[in-house]
């Protein structure tokens, strides 16, 4: 089971986007997820005009490690670790660690 996930709140805690908070928008592998509004950076583009594309500089998110993030705890306000508790009827869900709650997904 995955800590985070696509669509969860997060935090980031290193880097120069250090405290800024966003939303999952997907997984790219194992490690590497990408955050809305987390390390954007300037590509330049080159015009295509088979596609239709214009050329400059363009806004592209880039991914981020997801060891860089915590999951934002709504009750807390701050970043928070999760850890993974079994049910009785077996099945598996997120909870955060500073006070047990359930992570709402």
């Known amino acids: 089971m995955?800590?985070?996930r696509k669509g969860d709140e997060v935090v980031v805690i290193t880097g120069r986007d250090k405290g800024k908070r966003g939303t999952v928008l997907r997984r790219i592998d194992?490690?590497?997820?990408?955050?809305e509004g987390v390390h954007v950076v300037k590509k330049?583009?080159?015009p295509n005009p088979m596609k239709g594309e214009t050329g400059g500089i363009?806004?592209?998110?880039?991914?981020?490690?997801?060891?860089?993030?915590m999951l934002f705890n709504p009750a807390t306000g701050k970043g928070d670790r999760v850890?993974?508790?079994?049910?009785?009827?077996?099945t598996k869900v997120r909870f955060?660690?500073?006070n047990g709650e359930?992570?709402?997904a």
């Open 30 to 35: 194992e490690q590497q997820i990408l955050v």
């Open 102 to 104: 359930q992570v709402k």
């Open 2 to 4: 995955q800590k985070i």
């Open 96 to 98: 955060f660690k500073s």
């Open 83 to 90: 850890g993974i508790r079994v049910l009785e009827d077996g």
């Open 58 to 69: 363009v806004d592209k998110t880039m991914p981020i490690n997801r060891s860089n993030v």
């Open 44 to 46: 330049h583009v080159r």
